[in-house]
């Protein structure tokens, strides 16, 4: 096996960490933007008609800042890697979904989360992609 193969082996699996950690960041950041919904909603400050979209922004908020934090660290094929920790956010939420509530159903907005989680992922990896400056 040539040095090169090893190489890239390291990298991918440096990439694919670098995903996981910015999705697990989006994912605290979404949760974080929900308390202070949550906080706003009991004062009175938020309606509760609009949860659905609320959670819908945070899974846009999460997914941007994950993936800013990948892409910033990850400077190649910056727009995949965002769409990877979009990925990554939804199938977190997803996973505690099922263990909280035990009943998850696809048409009961399953759809605009995963829009909303893609979108912000997709939107960071288009905004992030400034390669580094070659020093001479």
Do not use: D
């Amino acid at each position: 096996m040539r040095n090169n193969e090893e190489e890239q082996g390291a990298r991918v699996i440096r990439t694919l960490t670098h995903i996981l950690i910015g999705g697990a960041a989006g994912l605290m950041v979404c949760l974080v933007f929900l308390v202070l919904c949550s906080f706003g909603i009991s004062l009175g400050l938020i309606s509760e008609g609009i949860m659905y979209q609320l959670t819908v922004i945070g899974c846009v908020i999460g997914g941007f800042f994950g993936g800013v934090w990948t892409v910033s660290h990850c400077r190649t094929r910056t727009l995949f890697i965002g769409l990877g920790v979009g990925a990554v956010l939804f199938l977190l939420m997803l996973t505690a979904g099922v263990l909280f509530f035990k009943s998850v159903a696809p048409n009961e907005g399953g759809l605009g989360l995963v829009c909303g989680s893609l979108s912000g992922g997709a939107v960071s990896g288009l905004l992030g992609g400034r390669p580094k400056k070659k020093r001479r």
